[in-house]
């Protein structure tokens, strides 16, 4: 692919056939005529979208009741008002409801020719799909809702899952919901220490585990690590046992058949809308991750919109997303359920036999929306992937990136080799809401580079560092209003002022994201990576602390930096720092057992992508690492803009990184700071 200048003409537009079929077009119409919504401009898409867009922000109330309407959000208690306190943080969203997502998520679609297709396909690295249809899916979600009831599980109570991304993960999470449990995942590639960080803090009454997974046409068992898991969590009431790879259970662990054995219609618990349904986890960078609370009633409404109206999904449509239960993409990709599209789940390796694995499971499963990542996309254009030629991808209309930023050349290789009829909806938002702030609009023109639009109820803006808006020029991401999906609070956090200081200590009142954007002027948003130290590889945000705690076991290593700068050509560069203890040398036996202790204590997602020998790692005055002024010199910044030098321990090492910085932007040996 070959680099170009990012013009103001759209790479593609859609069709008048599209546009006029688009369910957001349908809403707008109806939220026109009973909620003083604007009317679609006829011929005018562009100006249709601005104007819902503005209404959707500035008449929250308004919105967001209409968006309960149009897709037939059932309170079993209704709701006294719509927004009782739209302060930031503290929104009250629709007090007095009770409601349950589960019972959403399983009503199916109400044509019999789309319920009598899947709900769930789940595929392996054999690529045969394995369909699991609606009243299958319900009747297993009912038996094992049953079951946490039978073994205590009330409503509050937390559910974990160490699973990767299969049927029984989707089942877990429903019965989890339907009981008014809270639900919290991590993938089983992460290891022990790494998942008690989590589970840890929210104390669950039940693990529901695999003995193992498959990956890269390999076996891994975690027998082992489970057990860990178990001594960990003295809170555990009981434990069920999914045999993936064959293996007995624990003796006194229920297996999933016996879970699973009654199959019986759910009984649904009706919470307040505020009510948790999960436990999302931030990356940990500066300490344990942040236990996210996102409640039943925000996540049914935001994923509605998402799900629903950006991603012009509905019954007969089928979402495929490469994601692991460890990621917030994948409860995003379970609540496609709530739409009536089949949700496609695929357990395997990103890009292993062949690069265009994920490919080849959007052709067998038929997918009309495939999402992935950018580095996936930038991949497949090395490896000389051709979809479209190699491919039928006829059912697949729209492909969806996120993760990181899809650069331009991104944008270009799909329109030329995956089709250039093709909807390329690139999305940005995060862990935080579980959702996009930013990404695809059916009835929108796409430009290289940009993501289409703020999405709905998303009051989206640029500001600089005294809070005046931007328009064309790099600023913070910023979210004015508040979004239903926004967590309830964090875990632990009873005076709210982790909460607070995670997202609304910079401007008081307003949602800062942590990330860098253009809002540019005609509507669109460009993104341009972390304002913070977040790590964000692929989509999976991974804690720095986890690494130091991870490396710093080792005796020859005093003290180590970790960070992730995104590269112009959409790649990402996580190289990972160290000091080194006395008379120790980095050599590549050294080198070696660092990759090998990171993959056993945290996941192979973890892993450098190189280790380099450092003088010492410069701090804050207060003893904080400084990853972001480091990250900065990386992404071409001058050292006296990067750090406050008089707010630094020891100046001259932030010296050392800006020359190994300059050097790397005009050195091709990898080799340079050795």
Request: aromatic letters at 8%; hydrophobic letters at 40%; a negative charge.
């Amino acid at each position: 692919m070959t680099s170009e200048a990012r013009t103001d003409q759209p790479l593609w537009r859609p069709s008048q056939e599209r546009v006029a079929a688009a369910r957001i077009t349908r809403f707008q119409a109806v939220a026109a005529e009973r909620h003083g919504a604007p009317p679609p401009t006829p011929g005018d898409p562009e100006a249709s979208y601005a104007a819902l867009h503005r209404w959707s922000v500035t008449d929250l109330e308004a919105f967001w009741r209409a968006v309960t309407e149009f897709f037939d959000v059932r309170f079993a208690t209704p709701p006294s008002a719509v927004l009782a306190d739209p302060r930031m943080p503290g929104a009250r969203w629709f007090p007095g409801a009770t409601l349950n997502y589960a019972e959403h998520a399983l009503r199916g679609p109400a044509d019999p020719a789309a319920a009598a297709g899947p709900a769930l396909l789940a595929v392996g690295e054999d690529l045969t799909p394995r369909p699991v249809g609606w009243t299958e899916l319900r009747l297993q979600v009912g038996a094992l809702a049953a079951t946490l009831r039978a073994q205590g599980v009330r409503p509050g109570d937390r559910v974990c899952g160490y699973l990767p991304n299969v049927p029984e993960a989707v089942v877990a999470l429903l019965a989890s919901a339907a009981v008014g449990a809270v639900w919290t995942s991590c993938a089983p590639d992460f290891g022990a220490r790494s998942v008690l960080d989590r589970f840890q803090q929210v104390e669950p009454a039940v693990l529901i585990t695999v003995d193992g997974y498959r990956f890269a046409g390999r076996a891994h068992p975690r027998a082992e690590t489970v057990a860990e898991l178990r001594a960990g969590l003295p809170s555990l009431r009981a434990v069920v046992h999914v045999p993936l790879l064959g293996g007995d259970p624990p003796a006194d662990a229920l297996t999933w058949a016996e879970a699973t054995a009654e199959p019986t219609e759910p009984v649904f618990e009706q919470v307040p809308f505020d009510h948790p349904l999960w436990v999302l986890y931030s990356s940990g960078t500066t300490g344990l991750p942040k236990a996210i609370v996102q409640s039943q009633g925000g996540i049914l409404l935001e994923h509605l919109k998402q799900l629903g109206l950006h991603l012009d999904l509905g019954p007969a449509d089928r979402l495929f997303w490469y994601t692991s239960t460890g990621w917030m993409m994948w409860n995003f990709l379970a609540s496609s359920l709530l739409t009536g599209t089949t949700a496609v789940l695929y357990d395997g390796a990103p890009a292993q036999p062949t690069a265009d694995v994920q490919w080849r499971v959007a052709e067998r499963t038929r997918a009309t929306v495939f999402g992935t990542s950018a580095a996936y996309v930038t991949a497949c254009a090395k490896k000389d992937v051709h979809p479209a030629r190699d491919l039928d991808l006829a059912a697949t209309r729209c492909v969806a990136t996120t993760g990181s930023p899809l650069p331009p050349d991104g944008f270009r290789w799909l329109h030329e080799e995956a089709g250039a009829d093709l909807w390329i909806a690139s999305v940005s938002g995060g862990t935080d809401v579980c959702s996009c702030f930013a990404g695809g609009v059916p009835t929108l023109p796409v430009h290289v580079g940009e993501l289409q639009a703020p999405c709905l109820g998303t009051d989206l803006a640029a500001w600089d560092a005294t809070g005046t808006p931007l328009i064309d020029e790099v600023g913070e991401l910023v979210v004015g209003t508040p979004m239903p999906s926004m967590p309830v609070g964090f875990w632990n956090d009873p005076d709210g002022s982790r909460y607070h200081d995670s997202y609304f200590d910079v401007y008081p009142g307003v949602w800062r994201h942590g990330d860098w954007i253009t809002h540019t002027s005609h509507g669109g948003v460009i993104i341009h990576g972390r304002s913070d130290s977040t790590l964000n590889r692929q989509g999976v945000r991974m804690g720095s602390a986890d690494i130091y705690e991870a490396v710093e076991t080792l005796p020859e290593i005093r003290e180590s930096l970790v960070i992730g700068v995104e590269q112009p050509d959409g790649g990402y560069w996580m190289p990972l720092f160290v000091a080194l203890a006395e008379g120790a040398e980095l050599d590549q036996e050294l080198r070696d057992r660092i990759a090998a202790t990171i993959r056993r204590r945290l996941s192979p997602r973890h892993l450098p992508d190189e280790i380099l020998p450092i003088p010492g790692v410069p701090h804050t005055r207060t003893g904080k690492r400084l990853e972001v002024p480091v990250k900065r010199l990386f992404q071409g910044v001058e050292l006296e803009r990067a750090a406050n030098l008089g707010a630094v321990d020891d100046p001259e090492l932030l010296r050392f990184f800006a020359r190994l910085a300059q050097r790397r932007a005009t050195v091709s040996d990898d080799r340079y700071g050795e």
